[in-house]
């Protein structure tokens, strides 16, 4: 699993992470993450389909992220949005 330059730097600015820590939770994200599909929340479901569908899409403790669908690779990460606030 990679990650983009982009997701290394949003990575560090919207968590509170050391380097070991980041790596390990996008690592998780997309092992245990929830796709778009399991989430029960309509609202919190819609707003992730709403984001890029070329992508693959998870949602780990309170934060999507979006990965390629071939090369597992992170593109970006960011919270979820306190309006939306399924798996918090």
Do not use: W
């Not at 990650?3 to 290394?8: G, P, R, T």
């Not at 560090?12 to 997309?30: D, P």
């Not at 569908?53 to 593109?75: D, E, M």
Request: proline letters at 2%; charged letters at 35%.
């Amino acid at each position: 699993m990679k990650l983009s330059h982009h997701s290394k730097i949003r990575l560090r600015e919207r968590t509170n992470l050391n380097h070991k820590e980041r790596r390990k939770i996008f690592k998780e994200a997309l092992q245990n993450g929830l796709s778009p599909d399991k989430v029960k929340d309509k609202k919190t479901r819609d707003y992730m389909n709403s984001k890029n569908r070329y992508c693959k899409i998870k949602l780990y403790k309170g934060y999507i992220f979006l990965y390629s669908k071939n090369s597992h690779q992170l593109y970006t990460m960011y919270e979820l949005p306190n309006e939306v606030v399924e798996n918090k």
